[in-house]
């Protein structure tokens, strides 16, 4: 029987990964304040007089900027406060949605940039969703014994937070999930479709403890499986709460 091993969110796209024990998830949304923010550099095409969803290149990510994959996240709902840790930057609390906190915020995480990369200009939000890779409002979704069969092939371990992943499920057989897609999955009292695998970049090559690239997760999928897939995305269809070890199956 599957159960919830591991519960994550991001609440700034690609700037840091929070564990939590539990959710409460809604129709047609993402986990709450996953994705919530999202950075912007100087070639987007963000309009922030016209917010919505825009593809994850109009931002500051992994993929381009390794450096930012060594960054952990603690947000306070009710504070509005997000605290960003780095192992070499320290720590910053500040108010992504107060504008007189972006310059502090900016130049704390200017040194995981490199000069000649696009930069950071401003933490930005669409109303309504969050910043998902998805064009629809996403919950990703891993299964631990696929990650565990990756490692043996590997031969190496190799940290889970690399993936990104919302939720995570115990108890499965490996690969499992990716015979989902077009179905729907309940996971404690959330029910989830199960819409396309997660393709992987190479924001998966930077470690997430240090921020450096130090293996090839797309390549090496492709030669393990003969695909660069890793998890499934699932668009919530019934909403409620998901608590680590609750049970999951397909219906």
Same mark, same amino acid.
């Given at each position: 029987?599957?159960?919830?091993?591991?519960?994550?969110?991001?609440?700034?796209?690609?700037?840091?990964?929070?564990?939590?024990?539990?959710?409460?998830?809604?129709?047609?949304?993402?986990?709450?304040?996953?994705?919530?923010?999202?950075?912007?550099?100087?070639?987007?095409?963000?309009?922030?007089?016209?917010?919505?969803?825009?593809?994850?290149?109009?931002?500051?990510?992994?993929?381009?900027?390794?450096?930012?994959?060594?960054?952990?996240?603690?947000?306070?709902?009710?504070?509005?406060?997000?605290?960003?840790?780095?192992?070499?930057?320290?720590?910053?609390?500040?108010?992504?949605?107060?504008?007189?906190?972006?310059?502090?915020?900016? %130049?704390?995480? !200017?040194?995981?940039? +490199?000069?000649? /990369?696009?930069?950071? =200009? &401003?933490?930005?939000?669409?109303? *309504?969703?969050?910043?998902?890779?998805?064009?629809?409002?996403?919950?990703?979704?891993?299964?631990?014994?696929?990650?565990?069969?990756?490692?043996?092939?590997?031969?190496?371990?190799?940290?889970?937070?690399?993936?990104?992943?919302?939720?995570?499920?115990?108890?499965?057989?490996?690969?499992?999930?990716?015979?989902?897609?077009?179905?729907?999955?309940?996971?404690?009292? %959330?029910?989830? !479709?199960?819409?396309? +695998?997660?393709? /992987?970049?190479?924001? =998966? &090559?930077?470690?997430?403890?240090? *921020?450096?690239?130090?293996?090839?997760?797309?390549?090496?999928?492709?030669?393990?499986?003969?695909?660069?897939?890793?998890?499934?995305?699932?668009?919530?269809?019934?909403?409620?709460?998901?608590?680590?070890?609750?049970?999951?199956?397909?219906?």
């Amino acid at each position: 029987m599957a159960t919830v091993a591991n519960l994550w969110r991001h609440p700034i796209k690609s700037h840091g990964r929070e564990a939590l024990d539990s959710i409460t998830l809604s129709a047609g949304q993402t986990i709450p304040w996953d994705r919530h923010w999202a950075v912007t550099h100087a070639t987007t095409k963000f309009d922030p007089a016209a917010p919505e969803w825009v593809s994850s290149r109009n931002f500051m990510i992994a993929t381009l900027t390794p450096g930012l994959a060594g960054l952990w996240a603690q947000f306070d709902a009710q504070t509005g406060m997000l605290t960003l840790r780095h192992t070499d930057l320290g720590r910053l609390s500040f108010a992504p949605d107060d504008p007189a906190d972006t310059p502090r915020f900016l %130049a704390w995480i !200017a040194p995981l940039c +490199p000069p000649d /990369r696009p930069q950071p =200009t &401003a933490i930005v939000r669409a109303p *309504g969703r969050g910043m998902t890779d998805t064009p629809f409002p996403s919950v990703s979704i891993m299964n631990t014994a696929s990650h565990r069969d990756f490692e043996a092939r590997a031969g190496a371990s190799v940290d889970i937070e690399r993936w990104r992943g919302n939720i995570w499920l115990d108890g499965l057989d490996p690969w499992v999930e990716r015979d989902w897609i077009g179905q729907n999955v309940q996971i404690g009292g %959330a029910i989830l !479709a199960v819409r396309e +695998p997660v393709k /992987r970049c190479a924001h =998966t &090559a930077a470690n997430p403890h240090t *921020g450096q690239r130090d293996m090839d997760p797309p390549t090496m999928l492709r030669q393990f499986y003969g695909h660069g897939d890793f998890g499934v995305y699932g668009e919530v269809v019934q909403g409620g709460a998901v608590r680590l070890g609750d049970m999951a199956k397909v219906i």
